[in-house]
C-alpha cells in the first residue's frame, strides 16, 4: 500500500512540469488558425497585407542578432524575415526587457517549455521564421532568443520605434 501512495505521489509531482514541456520539434512548428490579437507595450500582431517593410535578421552562431539594433516607425507594420544560420535552434521574441527577463528565467527553469505567441519565432537551424508585427506604440523595446542559455551569452536586439 505504501508502494501505490509513493507512486501516486510521484506522479502528482510530476504533473506541472509535464503540462508544459515538450521537445524540441515543436518549437519549428506554427498552430494553424488565426493569430491572436492582444495589444502589448510593445505592438500588437500585423496583418501581412499591411506590411510596410522588410527587416531581414540573421541568427547567428556566435549567440547574436544581425543586426542587433532596429529602427522602425509607430504605426508600422513590419515583417521580420529571420534566418538561422548556426547549427542549433534559435528563437526571436519581442518583448520590453522586464518581460524579456522573466520569461528567460522561465525558460532557464524549464527549457523545453511550450509556447507559440504572435511575437515569438522559433528558428531550426538552416530555416527562416517570420514575424508580422505592428508597432503600434513609441519607446525602445527589445528582442532576444529565449532559448536556456541564449539570452545569457548576449542574444538580445533593441528596436526603436520613433514617435510619429
Given amino acids: ?5 509513493i507512486a501516486v505521489l510521484a506522479a502528482l509531482l510530476a504533473l506541472p512540469v509535464a503540462a508544459v514541456a515538450h521537445g524540441d ?3 519549428a512548428k506554427k498552430k494553424a488558425g488565426p493569430v491572436k ?3 502589448k507595450d510593445w505592438g500588437i500582431a500585423g496583418d501581412a497585407k499591411n506590411v510596410k517593410r522588410t527587416i531581414d535578421i540573421k541568427m547567428l552562431d556566435n549567440m547574436r542578432f544581425a543586426p542587433s539594433a ?5 504605426g508600422d507594420t513590419v515583417r521580420l524575415l529571420m534566418t538561422n544560420i548556426d547549427q542549433v535552434q534559435h528563437e526571436l521574441v519581442l518583448g520590453s526587457r522586464k518581460e524579456l527577463d522573466e520569461h ?6 524549464f527549457p523545453n517549455m511550450e509556447h507559440d505567441e504572435p511575437y515569438m519565432a522559433h528558428v531550426a537551424p538552416g530555416n527562416t521564421g517570420v514575424l508580422v508585427w505592428t508597432f503600434n506604440r513609441a ?4 528582442f532576444a532568443c529565449l532559448i ?3 539570452y545569457q551569452a548576449g542574444m538580445i536586439g533593441t528596436i526603436k520605434v520613433a514617435a510619429k
Fill in 1 to 5: 500500500m505504501k508502494s501505490i501512495h
Fill in 25 to 27: 520539434e515543436a518549437h
Fill in 37 to 39: 490579437k492582444e495589444q
Fill in 70 to 74: 532596429i529602427t522602425v516607425r509607430q
Fill in 104 to 109: 528567460a528565467a522561465l525558460m532557464a527553469k
Fill in 139 to 142: 519607446g525602445e523595446f527589445d
Fill in 148 to 150: 536556456a542559455g541564449h
